[in-house]
């Protein structure tokens, strides 16, 4: 336990202070501006890249739980709990 | 349910609390960006009522319905309401904060292009809500 | 539990009735009958977007007016007296008590209801589900905002009333050989909710008397010119609403932890992780109301605040599905239609997470915040989810409560044409708001890419339509007509488990 939080800390240091320091020098340049599309909707589209990756996962699991465990598919076989009928 | 183990439980959790730290420092790292006005930026007054904007330039120059702006300079809303809350929106420059009453928001962007773009309300305020556009004329810079 | 329609009774015995099956009977047909009711409003609204231009509604004024009366009817008057349906019906059973807690109080509650769904129907104001000023004071016509605030005054006792019920019943008159930790999760679902609603209704019904005075022009309490605030009523209203979308979630999820192992033939994968993220659910949802608030002019420390606050009540959110998954998994599933709809549910119940989290992520509001995102986020939830889960815990209820089947095809019908339509609808809304289409408009500029995309939404709008009146048409015929149901196992499922009818020891753990 003690290890995994240590390892928790560590992973958020160096997550959290190249970010910080890449915010806090943002935009600070005179006539250089910073364009708000594209950082909204780049930051945008990541979320998607990311969500729909995850959205294939969980979607391709159900689908599969939904063929593979229906009652009607040739390889289902009671469960253990049927035996006694209680769940 | 004592047979099986959950750490396949623990390890989604894990992932699923993961994901979420990623996305809450993204989007904190591009608020700041974004909510960070440059000191040169241009005064824009916006005023909203039912159901029209009306603009006033830093020189003093009022136009209403119709918004002219120079391409390449900064320009900072100050977005307010007469009357009830609307939602200035020029969704094409991803610009959106609500109009209130006794209240003034902020926001800025930078026109890049010459070309002409839609003003919108996005929070309801009534009967014209609806209609409540405007229009944004990016021009070349003088 | 009564077979209601098997044995016929004259209706005012059930009316006059306490007994917590009448009563439950009662929030039965309400909350179905204003379904209908609202459903035919989103109709007229989708037509009228078909195209730009005035189609069927002639004003925006009637428009405005259909979209906050459908919103106030189906959250207020559908969704939440679902949930009170099914929790008279099945919590004094689980907890093994012979009724709810208080039986006369249950009963008020419930008569409460109509004359609150009488106000809002009749004044149809048209200032929105959430009433914002300085619009409700200053613009909304009277007498309609008066009533609408009074019909949700009357609405918000009538809840703290059937919370109290439900708390007391669980914590109270739960049978003593029954320990928490072993009650069914659908009765925790029941728990959690109801402790929500004790804490957040309260700040609701305070503004709410706020609103009223400063229209009466006692106060100023939202007047920018006398030293108010419009965006105080924000935090208020949302501090009770953000918890308060739980309440009509948990529920739903509990019906889900009905269905979902009774028709995968095996327990649910975890009793206690259920349990937790019901708990976490009921206490992180106090911690995000402001999420609805990052255009009002936040800073941005309270934005940062507000948006870790709804990230933290996602984990919850996911160890429910996880719950289900693991759950199917192994199990033999027979997949009539409550198994269906759960499913379908747990399906766009993910999809509208994720697309809460966008929503939660504060520059993506700039791009989403009260455009048809929105619409189609919430939609996902409030139908996608919760609905489809009511619906599914219809059909399950309904051999119990008839003592007859319904058609079982009409009714996978029914699920696939929803599944479909609210896909289409939803779906597509998420992207219309994308290409920057305001919410709540009567008409749009004629854009190709927004005509097209209202046009899918409005096909979409009357796939769920024809599903709908497929369900009623199934619901009205089989009640009198069905099959008469094997009432120890309506469903073919095998096993001992307790049939509610039946009253009898819940098998759960
Ligand atoms: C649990 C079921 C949920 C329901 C019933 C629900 C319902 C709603 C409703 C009704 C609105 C729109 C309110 C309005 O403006 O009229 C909304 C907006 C929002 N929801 Fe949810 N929601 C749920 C879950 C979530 C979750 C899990 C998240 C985040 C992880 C979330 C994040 C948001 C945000 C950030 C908004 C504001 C969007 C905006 O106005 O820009 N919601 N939700
Ligand atoms: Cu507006
Ligand atoms: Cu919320």
């Not at chain 3, 009277?142 to 109290?164: E, H, N, Y």
């Not at chain 3, 106090?286 to 507000?306: D, L, N």
Request: net charge negative; hydrophobic share 50%.
């Amino acid at each position: 336990m003690r290890s995994k939080i240590g390892l928790l800390v560590v992973f958020t240091i160096i997550f959290i202070i190249p970010t910080l320091n890449y915010a806090f020098a943002a935009g600070d340049e005179p006539g250089e501006y910073l364009d708000r599309r594209v950082v909204i909707w780049n930051l945008f589209f990541r979320m998607m890249v990311v969500a729909f990756t995850i959205g294939a996962v969980v979607s391709g699991t159900m689908v599969w739980l939904v063929w593979r465990f229906r009652e009607s598919n040739p390889n289902a076989k009671p469960t253990k709990y049927e035996e006694t009928g209680e769940w | 349910m004592s047979e099986h183990g959950n750490w396949a439980e623990w390890v989604y959790i894990g992932v699923v609390c993961a994901l979420l730290v990623w996305v809450g420092a993204e989007a904190w790292n591009v608020e700041r960006l974004v909510e960070h006005v440059p000191a040169d930026a241009e005064v824009i007054k916006v005023t909203g009522q039912q159901w029209f904007w009306s603009f006033e330039h830093e020189d003093g120059t009022k136009e209403i319905g119709e918004l002219h702006v120079e391409k390449g300079k900064a320009y900072k809303f100050e977005v307010t309401s007469k009357d009830v809350i609307h939602s200035f929106n020029i969704h094409d420059y991803v610009v959106l904060i609500d109009a209130v009453p006794g209240r003034i928001n902020i926001v800025w962007f930078v026109p890049d292009e010459v070309g002409e773009h839609e003003i919108q309300c996005r929070e309801y305020c009534g009967l014209l809500h609806y209609n409540m556009r405007a229009k944004l004329y990016v021009e070349e810079s003088t | 539990m009564v077979l209601e329609l098997q044995k016929p009774r004259p209706i005012w015995q059930i009316m006059f009735s306490t007994h917590h099956t009448d009563v439950g009977l009662l929030y039965l047909i309400m909350s179905l009958a204003f379904f209908f009711m609202g459903g035919v409003l989103a109709l007229f609204i989708r037509i009228e977007l078909f195209l730009p231009g005035p189609q069927i509604i002639a004003d925006s004024m009637t428009f405005n007016r259909m979209f906050t009366v459908h919103g106030t009817t189906l959250i207020f008057l559908f969704i939440l007296p679902f949930a009170s349906a099914v929790g008279n019906y099945f919590v004094p059973i689980m907890v093994r008590y012979k009724d709810m807690a208080y039986p006369k109080l249950n009963a008020i509650a419930f008569w409460m209801l109509p004359p609150a769904g009488a106000l809002v129907w009749l004044g149809f104001a048209d200032f929105t589900w959430y009433a914002q000023p300085p619009y409700s004071v200053i613009s909304a016509p009277a007498p309609a905002a008066d009533m609408w605030i009074f019909g949700l005054k009357i609405i918000g006792i009538s809840q703290v009333l059937g919370s109290i019920n439900f708390i007391v019943t669980i914590l109270k008159c739960k049978h003593p050989d029954l320990p928490l930790s072993k009650m069914p999760l659908m009765a925790w679902s029941f728990l959690s909710s109801s402790l929500i609603v004790i804490v957040a209704i309260p700040t609701f019904a305070a503004a709410l008397l706020m609103l009223l005075t400063d229209r009466m022009g006692m106060s100023g309490f939202f007047d920018p010119n006398v030293g108010g605030d419009p965006i105080a009523y924000s935090h208020l209203f949302w501090f009770t609403f953000h918890p308060e979308v739980y309440v009509l979630v948990i529920p739903a999820i509990g019906m889900m932890y009905e269905i979902i192992p009774r028709f995968s033939r095996k327990p649910i994968f975890s009793h206690s992780s259920g349990v937790f993220a019901f708990i976490m659910l009921a206490m992180v949802s106090f911690a995000s109301w402001a999420h609805h608030m990052y255009a009002t002019g936040m800073s941005f420390t309270e934005k940062t605040v507000f948006m870790v606050g709804t990230l933290a009540a996602v984990p919850a959110s996911a160890m429910h599905v996880f719950n289900f998954l693991a759950t199917m998994w192994g199990g033999r599933i027979k997949f009539a239609t409550p198994m269906m709809w759960s499913v379908g549910g747990i399906a766009l119940f993910f999809a509208a997470g994720a697309g809460g989290v966008v929503n939660s992520a504060m520059p993506l509001d700039f791009i989403t915040h009260d455009s048809y995102w929105v619409v189609g986020h919430f939609h996902l939830f409030v139908m996608g989810t919760i609905a489809f889960g009511s619906f599914g815990f219809a059909y399950y209820m309904f051999p119990y409560v008839t003592g007859r089947m319904y058609h079982e095809k009409l009714g996978q019908v029914h699920f696939v044409l929803s599944f479909v339509g609210a896909i289409l609808v939803f779906f597509t809304q998420h992207i219309l708001g994308l290409f920057g289409m305001p919410r709540r408009v009567y008409d749009y500029p004629p854009f190709p890419e927004w005509i097209a995309m209202n046009q899918i939404i409005t096909m979409g709008a009357v796939l769920l339509a024809i599903g709908a009146a497929i369900w009623l048409g199934n619901f009205i015929y089989s009640m009198g007509r069905g099959k008469p149901a094997d009432m120890e196992d309506p469903f073919k499922l095998g096993g001992k488990y307790y049939y509610p009818y039946q009253q009898k020891t819940p098998h759960h753990d």
